[in-house]
């Protein structure tokens, strides 16, 4: 079955701590994985996906094949990085599976 | 670019209602998805679809509800009769076509079922 596991609920860090939102993954095939946002009172918005192997905002995620995950990371958390967070799947054209969701609260 | 617009924002229906829920992609957009958001809970995928065509509808309860994208207007996601257990956040997406993984979201509609 298709799934995505994210089993924090709420992550809170104070600014400048590392971060690492966690994310599982099950798929038999060869999936597309991203990071979608949603800070407080805007639109779900794509922040990053596994194939561009690029960082946003200072956030990366390295693939684990071997482990299923695709875990989000930022080496100095900011108060604005506060937001949910959200895994996503993507195995078949068009349909995005996603987790449950991480709130990420930062504190000064 | 206005972005993906939904309409109504919040939507009340007394059981055994209809509810309508609008959604007009981003310009240039040909593909549109709706998801639903059930409370404490990640989005749920519902449907695909193209212009007068849908794609793939896995996700979509078997009864009551339906979608279309007609080759002029919004997307309509309709659900017939409506029951407490349909209260949640739709959302809408679109995306270019051939870059289905690059979603714009829309804000939701929020419905409740009263």
């Known amino acids: 079955a298709q799934r995505v596991t994210q089993p924090e609920k709420l992550l809170s860090v104070f600014k400048g701590a590392p971060v690492e939102l966690k994310c599982n993954y099950s798929y038999s095939g060869s999936p597309e994985l991203f990071w979608y946002v949603q800070y407080s009172r805007q639109r779900l918005q794509l922040l990053l996906r596994?194939?561009s192997r690029e960082s946003i905002k200072g956030f990366t995620a390295d693939l684990n094949k071997g482990e299923t995950s695709f875990h989000l990371k930022k080496p100095f958390a900011q108060e604005e990085d506060s937001a949910m967070y959200y895994c996503a799947l993507s195995g078949r054209v068009g349909k995005l599976i996603f987790g449950q969701g991480t709130e990420l609260s930062v504190k000064p | 670019n206005a972005g993906v617009m939904q309409n109504p924002r919040h939507l009340v229906r007394r059981r055994g209602q209809e509810a309508r829920l609008r959604c007009s992609p981003m310009k240039g957009h040909s593909h549109v998805y709706w998801y639903r958001q059930l409370p404490e809970e990640g989005l749920k995928f519902m449907v695909y679809?193209?212009?007068?065509?849908?794609?793939?509808e896995s996700g979509m309860p078997k009864e009551r509800f339906s979608a279309e994208f007609p080759k002029e207007g919004p997307s309509i996601l309709r659900i017939q009769q409506v029951v407490r257990g349909d209260s949640a956040a739709y959302f809408c997406?679109?995306?270019?076509?051939?870059?289905?993984?690059?979603?714009?979201f829309g804000p939701g509609t929020r419905l409740t079922v009263t």
């Open positions: 679809l193209q212009k007068e065509n849908i794609i793939d």
């Open positions: 596994h194939i």
């Open positions: 997406a679109s995306s270019p076509p051939a870059v289905s993984y690059e979603q714009y």
